[in-house]
């Protein structure tokens, strides 16, 4: 099965500034998702992200709060942007092949300060 | 619209127990099911999937789980839990077919005690 990298796994950051997330995938794949895992809750989507397009947002979910890029086939960043401490949770991407289960990154756990 | 439901926030079982996990759905399709488990700190590993075939599914680390088609239901068993299975447990739902996303139940902690 692809192997998905994700970095950092964690941070600590100020409030007010930014945050980019990197997933790198050994495999090409069509779609990558992005999802938020706040304390004590499931996963919520906050995006899905085609290469070549703008990403897709779910309701709740901005563009200039969480910008993601996809460059190519095997890779995305998302950026968690102007932070405040309600953005403290897991940040989490990950892909669906054809007809498969997800596979997911370690995950980022993110603290705002 | 998709929806799954998992009706334990948390679950304690004494080591060496049976355990069974309830995971409810609501998909207007046949649906792709899946069980996730997760540990602190990691990202979520597969247990075990199911859309056709066998009904009984069987997964890593000893689980299983039963497809219902007539309650919506997959529930996540294993005949005696380890100290090791503590841990978050999802169970999702998708479209058969296609790259699209997952949608997840609010996960289950289990609990083992000695």
């Known amino acids: 099965s692809a192997v998905i990298s994700q970095k950092p796994s964690r941070d600590i950051c100020q409030r007010g500034t930014s945050l980019t997330i990197q997933c790198q995938v050994d495999?090409?794949?069509?779609?990558m998702f992005w999802y938020r895992q706040q304390p004590g809750q499931s996963l919520t989507l906050i995006a899905t992200?085609?290469?070549?397009?703008?990403?897709?947002?779910e309701s709740g979910f901005v563009i200039d709060k969480f910008p993601i890029s996809r460059p190519n086939l095997t890779f995305s960043t998302l950026t968690v942007s102007n932070m405040s401490p309600e953005d403290s949770s897991i940040y989490l991407c990950?892909?669906?092949?054809?007809?498969?289960?997800?596979?997911f990154g370690q995950g980022t756990r993110l603290t705002v300060v | 619209a998709q929806s799954v439901t998992q009706p334990d926030i948390h679950i304690t079982v004494s080591e060496g127990a049976s355990l069974e996990l309830r995971c409810n759905y609501s998909?207007?399709?046949?649906?792709?099911l899946f069980w996730y488990v997760q540990s602190p700190g990691q990202g979520l590993q597969l247990l075990l999937k199911?859309?056709?075939?066998?009904?009984l599914v069987q997964g890593i680390k000893g689980f299983e789980a039963e497809f219902k088609r007539s309650q919506s239901s997959f529930n996540l068993r294993k005949p005696s839990v380890h100290w090791s299975d503590a841990a978050e447990y999802f169970c999702?739902?998708?479209?058969?077919?296609?790259?699209?996303?997952?949608?997840f139940g609010k996960g289950t902690m289990l609990l083992v005690s000695p």
């Open positions: 998909y207007g399709a046949t649906p792709y």
């Open positions: 495999s090409q794949v069509t779609m």
């Open positions: 992200a085609n290469q070549g397009s703008e990403a897709t947002y």
């Open positions: 199911y859309f056709s075939g066998d009904t």
């Open positions: 999702a739902v998708g479209a058969i077919g296609g790259y699209s996303t997952l949608t």
């Open positions: 990950a892909f669906r092949g054809w007809n498969t289960e997800a596979f």
